[in-house]
């Protein structure tokens, strides 16, 4: 096999360990918001011990999109599409990262929780969670009309986080504060996913036609 076809083979192989790596995080995600709604604190530990999994594997990826650029030296399209893998596997970190913050955001309040706060939460979330697995079809697609239409569904949960602040401190009270201001916290978290996941489809455009679009 000649140059050229092992660095599309390597190419293939990084997105396909971006993609994995995407998969763990929504799960991440997911898990957090379970946590916030069923409390386990041998769990919540468990999610917080394994973001150091996805760390790890972010660093591999960076490793390999490295050693690519270092041995091939690629220009345009294929420069692209490395430097992408590595601003693609940075933001899905990030991603898991704030599944983490929600965790321990969850850890801090009281048990007994306001179904109607978390029911808010969750309606976020589960919009959040959908641009995800939009944005890891995209790009490992190059799906660039599915990659637009991401910024639709921020400004949906852009909504719903407005409406949940808005509500959320109408009704606090002082003795209420703390787990008030964690709910907020959650909410800010979630709102920030579904800004990562808006980066994603943004790298998505960037790899396709190499120009920057803010799609927020």
């Given at each position: 096999m000649?140059?050229?076809?092992?660095?599309?083979?390597?190419?293939?192989?990084?997105?396909?360990d971006?993609?994995?790596?995407?998969?763990?995080v929504?799960a991440?995600?997911?898990q957090?918001?379970?946590?916030?709604?069923?409390?386990?604190?041998e769990?919540?530990e468990?999610?917080?011990?394994?973001?150091?999994?996805?760390n790890?594997?972010?660093?591999?990826i960076?490793?390999?999109?490295t050693?690519m650029i270092?041995?091939?030296?690629?220009?345009?399209?294929?420069?692209?599409?490395?430097?992408?893998?590595?601003?693609?596997?940075?933001?899905?970190?990030?991603?898991?990262d704030l599944?983490?913050?929600?965790?321990?955001?969850?850890?801090?309040?009281?048990?007994?929780?306001?179904?109607?706060?978390?029911?808010?939460?969750?309606?976020?979330a589960?919009v959040?969670e959908?641009m995800?697995?939009?944005?890891?079809?995209?790009?490992?697609?190059r799906?660039?009309m599915r990659?637009?239409r991401?910024?639709?569904?921020?400004?949906?949960?852009?909504?719903?986080?407005?409406?949940?602040?808005?509500?959320?401190?109408?009704l606090?009270?002082?003795?209420?504060a703390?787990?008030?201001?964690?709910?907020?916290?959650?909410?800010?978290?979630?709102e920030r996913?579904?800004?990562?996941?808006?980066?994603?489809?943004e790298?998505i455009?960037?790899?396709?036609?190499?120009?920057?679009?803010?799609?927020?």
């Amino acid at each position: 096999m000649g140059v050229r076809g092992t660095y599309e083979q390597e190419l293939v192989q990084l997105k396909d360990d971006i993609s994995s790596m995407g998969e763990d995080v929504i799960a991440a995600f997911r898990q957090a918001l379970h946590l916030l709604e069923n409390h386990d604190d041998e769990k919540i530990e468990a999610l917080i011990e394994g973001d150091s999994s996805i760390n790890q594997t972010e660093l591999q990826i960076h490793d390999e999109a490295t050693m690519m650029i270092a041995r091939q030296q690629p220009v345009a399209t294929d420069l692209r599409t490395t430097i992408v893998a590595l601003k693609v596997s940075s933001d899905l970190e990030r991603v898991a990262d704030l599944a983490v913050d929600i965790v321990k955001a969850a850890k801090r309040m009281e048990q007994e929780r306001n179904e109607n706060e978390i029911q808010e939460i969750r309606e976020m979330a589960d919009v959040a969670e959908e641009m995800l697995h939009e944005a890891l079809i995209a790009y490992q697609n190059r799906d660039l009309m599915r990659a637009q239409r991401i910024a639709t569904l921020d400004d949906t949960v852009d909504r719903k986080y407005k409406h949940y602040i808005q509500r959320l401190f109408t009704l606090s009270d002082e003795t209420n504060a703390e787990q008030t201001t964690q709910l907020a916290f959650i909410g800010r978290y979630v709102e920030r996913i579904a800004d990562y996941a808006t980066n994603l489809a943004e790298w998505i455009v960037y790899e396709s036609n190499g120009k920057h679009f803010d799609l927020n």
